[in-house]
Antibody, heavy 125, light 108 residues
Framework: EVQLVESGGGLVQPGGSLRLSCAAS????????MNWVRQAPGKGLEWVSY????????YYADSVKGRFTISRDNAKNSLYLQMNSLRAEDTAVYYC??????????????????WGQGTLVTVSS | DIQMTQSPSSLSASVGDRVTITCRAS??????LNWYQQKPGKAPKLLIY???SLQSGVPSRFSGSGSGTDFTLTISSLQPEDFATYYC??????????FGPGTKVDIK
């Protein structure tokens, strides 16, 4: 059974830092792309960051670029999100999500097929 | 950047109703469109990928259609467990993704 379990959330002051972790099990972690998605209280979903299966390709949403760093340790089946210079608007539940795809050759459609239960990050003084 | 809109933002329906939710992209995204369901306090769940392909284990009352800029999610006969918020997501600009703002389906 595929499982993704986030941890590391909590209360942090503006300007502070936090490191989120996502422990994966039930699949070959090193074969899959991974993402972080967040959801502010009462709001919709916002994609935050992507990392390729090897970790060599990384992308960020403009809202977190330069402040957040995604990484992974395939030997430990773990995904991370280092969050620095946190702002009140970063307050959200953070989900890790596995990326998979449909198609072949030059035509493939990515989607998020498994999600963790989320971890709440609250940025407040 | 590709922007996604959904309509309506919310709707009230009864068990057994046919429900249709629309998602529109700011530019053509071919069939690079996915749908997710989220219940309160829970993680999103993939329903439909590639605009019309049903994810394994998802009931057949859910269907998706569309291509280009306009897409629809249809629930053929609404069940009590379907009351939730539904999000579309474009993956045309992979690996940068955009979600729609969501459509909340509640009980009439």
């Amino acid at each position: 059974e595929v499982q993704l379990v986030e941890s590391g959330g909590g209360l942090v002051q503006p300007g502070g830092s936090l490191r989120l972790s996502c422990a994966a099990s039930g699949f070959t972690f090193s074969s899959y792309e991974m993402n972080w998605v967040r959801q502010a209280p009462g709001k919709g979903l916002e994609w935050v960051s992507y990392i390729s299966s090897s970790g060599s390709t990384i992308y960020y949403a403009d809202s977190v670029k330069g402040r957040f760093t995604i990484s992974r340790d395939n030997a430990k089946n773990s995904l991370y999100l280092q969050m620095n210079s946190l702002r009140a608007e970063d307050t959200a539940v953070y989900y890790c999500a596995r990326g998979d795809y449909y198609g072949s050759g030059s035509y493939y459609i990515n989607y998020f097929d498994y999600w963790g239960q989320g971890t709440l990050v609250t940025v407040s003084s | 950047d590709i922007q996604m809109t959904q309509s309506p933002s919310s709707l009230s329906a009864s068990v057994g109703d046919r429900v249709t939710i629309t998602c529109r992209a700011s530019q053509s995204i071919s069939s690079y469109l996915n749908w997710y369901q989220q219940k309160p306090g829970k993680a999103p769940k993939l329903l439909i990928y590639a605009a019309s392909s049903l994810q394994s284990g998802v009931p057949s009352r859910f269907s998706g259609s569309g291509s280009g800029t306009d897409f629809t999610l249809t629930i053929s006969s609404l069940q009590p467990e379907d009351f939730a918020t539904y999000y579309c997501q474009q993956s045309y600009s992979t690996p940068i993704f955009t979600f729609g703002p969501g459509t909340k389906v509640d009980i009439k």
